[in-house]
């Protein structure tokens, strides 16, 4: 599990201090869960479960009006099934908190050639197919992008599949225009990878991999 500071829109922000794992299921019975604890712990079964974890890149730019600029995407590494892309100021309130700044256009490049086949997606087609391909309407109201590699990533999420994917070094780079309207200061690019993972039960012994 990844270690990552994240923002809440309201309230006060609670300190987590450890996370635990249980093996009891959603409305599961006693039994059940004794059964599932008793799986889980014997020697002789190995449990593979796919699931998509986040992996977070954040970096701090000072931007200005119609640039383009290049982020390098370090951490994010693996099985890559989208990426979901937010620009903010990097001073955040509480007036501003829940505010993303547009972005113009997003491409992913490595050594300087597109992994997206040189379609530069302008900020409208990333609306339009945000809005596709996660059946909501998000987008509509949030200037949060997702670059997708799969051809189902909501199916891909509630199921541990993977339907499409880009390898990703912790070379690839993000490279982002600014509209015309942005006001010239510090802002924070934030990328959250999904990566395509699994969850490894040995013996008792839990682990993630890639």
């Given at each position: 599990?990844?270690?990552?500071?994240?923002?809440?829109?309201?309230?006060?922000?609670?300190?987590?201090?450890?996370?635990?794992?249980?093996?009891?299921?959603?409305?599961?019975?006693?039994?059940?869960?004794?059964?599932?604890?008793?799986?889980?712990?014997?020697?002789?079964?190995?449990?593979?479960?796919?699931?998509?974890?986040?992996?977070?890149?954040?970096?701090?730019?000072?931007?200005?009006?119609?640039?383009?600029?290049?982020?390098?995407?370090?951490?994010?590494?693996?099985?890559?099934?989208?990426?979901?892309?937010?620009?903010?100021?990097?001073?955040?309130?509480?007036?501003?908190?829940?505010?993303?700044?547009?972005?113009?256009?997003?491409?992913?490049?490595?050594?300087?050639?597109?992994?997206?086949?040189?379609?530069?997606?302008?900020?409208?087609?990333?609306?339009?197919?945000?809005?596709?391909?996660l059946n909501n309407s998000f987008a509509l109201n949030k200037d949060c992008y997702f670059i997708s590699f799969s051809s189902d990533p909501a199916g891909?999420?509630?199921?541990?599949?993977?339907?499409?994917?880009?390898?990703?070094?912790?070379?690839?780079?993000?490279?982002?225009?600014?509209?015309?309207?942005?006001?010239?200061?510090?802002?924070?690019?934030?990328?959250?990878?999904?990566?395509?993972e699994h969850l490894l039960i040995d013996k008792g012994v839990v682990e993630a991999s890639k």
């Open positions: 599990m990844q270690a990552a500071s994240k923002i809440f829109l309201a309230g006060s922000h609670p300190t987590i201090n450890d996370v635990y794992m249980t093996v009891k299921g959603y409305a599961e019975t006693n039994n059940a869960a004794a059964l599932r604890y008793a799986v889980f712990n014997d020697k002789n079964m190995h449990l593979r479960l796919p699931f998509p974890n986040f992996i977070d890149h954040k970096e701090t730019m000072t931007l200005a009006a119609s640039t383009t600029y290049t982020s390098t995407m370090k951490t994010v590494k693996g099985t890559i099934i989208g990426l979901f892309v937010s620009l903010r100021a990097a001073s955040v309130t509480a007036a501003n908190q829940a505010t993303y700044v547009p972005i113009a256009s997003l491409d992913i490049q490595l050594a300087g050639k597109s992994l997206l086949g040189g379609y530069i997606r302008t900020h409208d087609d990333l609306k339009l197919e945000m809005a596709e391909l891909d999420y509630g199921s541990g599949n993977v339907s499409g994917y880009q390898a990703f070094t912790g070379e690839d780079q993000l490279v982002f225009t600014t509209t015309a309207a942005l006001s010239a200061g510090a802002y924070v690019l934030d990328v959250a990878a999904v990566s395509a």
